[in-house]
């Protein structure tokens, strides 16, 4: 009797043990995959990122035909004249002040 | 024991500087590049629903010192004539001045752009000052550009009121003169804005920028001229004006994006969406697609857009009594409504002699043709219960407005 309640304590005691375990386990290996996340990106960051377009392949995007705002002083006019009329405002990149809006 | 507890932290602190350092040196530092010098001047006009504005913009861009850009801009609007607002209202129609000034400076200093700018714009009843604030970073080899804002926006809101310059009964209309209205007294309206934009170059042909605001109002953030209308069996017409009451705030979020791809034959097309969503409920889409063709010292450009919303929720064209709601609207800008609107542009390119300093200039012209139906915002002037057409039973309001510009463009 007194023998098989010393087994079950042990058992107890070890599942105890184990059940205090498995969180240090998980900060563990969450510490691991953060310090390889780190050591990859640092690593990655130390040698530089090889452009896909190289800079002498960027003709066509300098030409000026490209530019997302060719002539800011109409493009900004047009936002106005926009967002006086229609509710939407912002997510274009342009900013304006007052009102006009009457 | 105590030395190596304390030495320890301190060493794997400095490892782990050494790495994050590592990590956000992800390029080689090369220089980034401020934008060319330019000047415009640009004449612009407005004409549709018995409202006319006349503008003229001027804008210079300067570089110096090699890492400072300074921008100047000055815009001038002459609005006249009585839009539906105006109009449905009772008010006459009016002439008003509107000038903005916006100067912004730009420091770069190795892949970063610093900018600060500040705008000052004065209408007789509507003052605004607005501070901008933003930083830019040029990574990955120059491929990307990611970009923050921050804008700050105070505004002096007044309601002008007509009041004769002599006492004389009655009032010769050479007399009249605006001033503010005291009972209304000076309302104010605080905004912020913050903004994240991204610049991706895709590939040799295409780029894309993706751009996103959240904007916020706070204070009085409706306008002092507008009503709404309800019905009213007691006059006859059937219908009252009330005015607008809307909510103390409103925050917008919106995201955009810009595609542009160069075609084979040296032609541009663009491709722009945005959604929009703001706490009155209102959601919108916004497309536009546009072409660039240059041809000789030509440079030819067309857009369509097309934008469409919901309605908020405290709109309505019609209450069905005064102080039905705690907000009430009757703005058509707050109805649900779809716009189209088609541009073309003609840029010629030429030289001028004996002027070294100027790189190049151009001269443009663009026309904009806007087309908006309301799908529940009715022409309430249109009311007539004798000829059948009771408060409710009006045509549908559109307009339909014609824009010009005509500008020069020199780089130096």
Redesign the interface.
């Known amino acids: 009797m007194f023998a098989l309640r010393a087994v079950r304590a042990v058992r107890a005691v070890r599942a105890g043990a184990r059940a205090s375990e498995r969180p240090q386990r998980g900060r563990r290996a969450l510490a691991v995959a953060l310090a390889a996340g780190s050591i990859a990106i640092a690593l990655a960051g130390c040698s530089p990122i090889e452009p896909w377009v190289k800079p002498y392949q960027r003709e066509h995007l300098a030409d000026p035909i490209m530019s997302f705002d060719r002539h800011p002083a109409s493009s900004a006019y047009l936002d106005h004249v926009y967002s006086v009329r229609q509710a939407a405002r912002g997510g274009t990149g342009a900013t304006g002040g007052g009102c006009g809006c009457n | 024991m105590g030395d190596r507890a304390r030495g320890g932290p301190r060493g794997c602190g400095r490892a782990?500087l050494i790495?994050?350092l590592?990590?956000?040196?992800?390029?080689?530092t090369l220089t980034g590049v401020l934008p060319e010098d330019?000047a415009?001047v640009?004449v612009?006009h407005?004409s549709g629903d018995d409202q006319k504005?006349e503008?003229r913009?001027?804008?210079i861009r300067k570089k110096f010192a090699d890492a400072f850009d300074v921008q100047y801009?000055r815009?001038t609007?002459v609005?006249s004539g009585a839009?539906v607002?105006?109009r449905i209202t009772g008010a006459s129609p009016y002439i008003?001045q509107?000038t903005?000034d916006?100067v912004s400076m730009q420091y770069l200093r190795g892949k970063t752009t610093y900018t600060v700018?500040f705008?000052?714009?004065?209408?007789p009843?509507?003052t605004?000052?607005?501070t901008?604030y933003s930083i830019s970073q040029d990574m990955?080899?120059?491929?990307t550009t990611v970009s923050m804002?921050y804008?700050r926006?105070w505004?002096a809101i007044f309601k002008m009121i007509k009041e004769c310059g002599v006492a004389q009964s009655p009032c010769p209309d050479s007399d009249f003169v605006k001033v503010h209205d005291p009972a209304f007294g000076r309302k104010q309206m605080d905004e912020r804005?913050y903004?994240f934009?991204v610049?991706q170059?895709l590939?040799?042909?295409a780029?894309l920028?993706i751009?996103?605001?959240?904007?916020t109002d706070e204070g009085f953030i409706s306008?002092p001229?507008r009503a709404a209308r309800y019905l009213d069996p007691t006059v006859a017409r059937g219908w009252s004006l009330e005015p607008e009451v809307y909510p103390g705030t409103r925050t917008?979020n919106?995201?955009?994006g810009?595609i542009?791809y160069?075609l084979p034959y040296?032609?541009?097309l663009d491709l722009?969406y945005?959604?929009?969503q703001?706490t009155?409920s209102?959601h919108?889409h916004?497309v536009q697609l546009s072409y660039?063709q240059?041809w000789r010292h030509w440079?030819f450009d067309a857009s369509a857009r097309y934008?469409v919303?919901n309605q908020?929720d405290f709109y309505s064209d019609l209450f069905p009594f005064a102080g039905s709601q705690n907000f009430v609207s009757g703005n058509q800008?707050?109805s649900a409504y779809h716009?189209y609107s088609f541009g073309l542009g003609a840029t010629y390119q030429f030289g001028i002699p004996h002027v070294s300093w100027i790189e190049r200039s151009t001269a443009?012209i663009?026309y904009?043709r806007?087309m908006?139906d309301y799908q529940n915002f009715r022409y309430w002037l249109a009311t007539d219960p004798a000829a059948g057409i009771n408060p409710g039973e009006e045509p549908l309001f559109s307009?339909r407005a014609n824009?010009y510009?005509f500008?020069l463009?020199l780089w130096f």
Do not use: M
Not at chain 2, 22 to 28: E, F, K, R, V
């Open positions: 782990w790495l994050a590592c990590a956000l040196y992800s390029t080689p330019t415009e640009l612009d407005y504005v503008g913009t001027w804008l801009s815009s609007d609005v839009s607002a105006v008003e509107r903005e916006n700018g705008i000052h714009s004065y209408e009843d509507y605004s000052n607005t901008t990955f080899g120059d491929l804002t804008k926006e505004d804005s903004g934009g610049t170059i590939s040799r042909n780029i920028a751009n996103y605001d959240l904007i306008n001229y917008s919106a995201i955009g810009d542009k160069y040296r032609a541009a722009q945005r959604y929009y703001d009155f209102i919108s916004t660039t240059p440079t934008y919303q908020a800008d707050l716009s443009n663009r904009d806007l908006t307009l824009i510009e500008y463009s």
